[in-house]
T-cell receptor, first 111, second 114 residues
Framework: RKEVEQDPGPFNVPEGATVAFNCTYSNSASQSFFWYRQDCRKEPKLLMSVYSSGNEDGRFTAQLNRASQYISLLIRDSKLSDSATYLCVVNPLTGGFKTIFGAGTRLFVKA | DTGVSQNPRHKITKRGQNVTFRCDPISEHNRLYWYRQTLGQGPEFLTYFQNEAQLEKSRLLSDRFSAERPKGSFSTLEIQRTEQGDSAMYLC????????????FGPGTRLTVT
C-alpha cells in the first residue's frame, strides 16, 4: 500500500461545478497535511495547509479526518484556471521530515 | 524575486558524466529539501537540511548522489556517473523550521541523460 494515495483522475468538470478530491494516508502518526497544485511542467505551489478543524480559503475547503486517515479538498464554482494537478502532501513530524507526496489528481475544467 | 531559485533550469548530459545542480532557498528559511519528480508521479523526497546539517536521506539517494549545504544557505546536489534512469525533474524547496513547515518550491532543474 502506498503511503499517500490519491485518485489519479482525470476529473473533467464544466465551469461552475463543484468537485471534491480525497487522499488517504497510511501513517497514523502523520502530523501535518497540505494541498499543492501543479501546472504542467511547473513546480508545485502551496494551495493550502489542512488543519484538524478544517479550513476554507475562498472557493477551496480542506478537511482532515484523522480517524479514517484521509484528507479532502473541495473546489466550488470551478474556473478554467483551476485546471491543474492537485497533490496531497503528508508530513510525519515525528521521526523526521520525509515529506510524502501523492501522485496527484488531474483536474480539467471545461467551458 | 525572493523565491527559491535553481540553476541550471535544464541540463542534458551523456550517460556516465557527473552533473551538479544548485538551489538558493528563500533567505530566511533554514530548512532546504531536494526532491525528484518523474512524469505522472508526485515529487519523491531525496534529502533535507536544517541549516548546514543534512538530517535525513531517502533510500532513493544512492551512493552516486550527494548533497551539500556548506554554509547553511545555498545547496548543491551532485549526481556522479549519471544513468538514463536519473532523467527527471529535480526540485528544491525551503521552509522555516517552525510553524506549519510549509514548503516553497523552486522551478526545478530538468535533467535528461542520453
Amino acid at each position: 500500500r502506498k503511503e499517500v494515495e490519491q485518485d489519479p483522475g482525470p476529473f473533467n468538470v464544466p465551469e461552475g461545478a463543484t468537485v471534491a478530491f480525497n487522499c488517504t494516508y497510511s501513517n497514523s502518526a502523520s502530523q501535518s497535511f497540505f494541498w499543492y497544485r501543479q501546472d504542467c511542467r511547473k513546480e508545485p505551489k502551496l494551495l493550502m495547509s489542512v488543519y484538524s478543524s478544517g479550513n476554507e480559503d475562498g472557493r477551496f475547503t480542506a478537511q482532515l479526518n484523522r480517524a479514517s486517515q484521509y484528507i479532502s479538498l473541495l473546489i466550488r464554482d470551478s474556473k478554467l484556471s483551476d485546471s491543474a494537478t492537485y497533490l496531497c502532501v503528508v508530513n510525519p513530524l515525528t521521526g523526521g521530515f520525509k515529506t510524502i507526496f501523492g501522485a496527484g489528481t488531474r483536474l480539467f475544467v471545461k467551458a | 524575486d525572493t523565491g527559491v531559485s535553481q540553476n541550471p533550469r535544464h541540463k542534458i548530459t551523456k550517460r556516465g558524466q557527473n552533473v551538479t545542480f544548485r538551489c538558493d532557498p528563500i533567505s530566511e528559511h533554514n530548512r532546504l529539501y531536494w526532491y525528484r519528480q518523474t512524469l505522472g508521479q508526485g515529487p519523491e523526497f531525496l534529502t533535507y537540511f536544517q541549516n548546514e546539517a543534512q538530517l535525513e536521506k531517502s533510500r532513493l539517494l544512492s551512493d552516486r548522489f550527494s548533497a551539500e549545504r556548506p554554509k547553511g544557505s545555498f545547496s548543491t546536489l551532485e549526481i556522479q556517473r549519471t544513468e538514463q534512469g536519473d532523467s527527471a525533474m529535480y526540485l528544491c524547496a525551503s521552509s522555516l523550521a517552525s510553524g506549519t513547515y510549509e514548503q516553497y518550491f523552486g522551478p526545478g532543474t530538468r535533467l535528461t541523460v542520453t
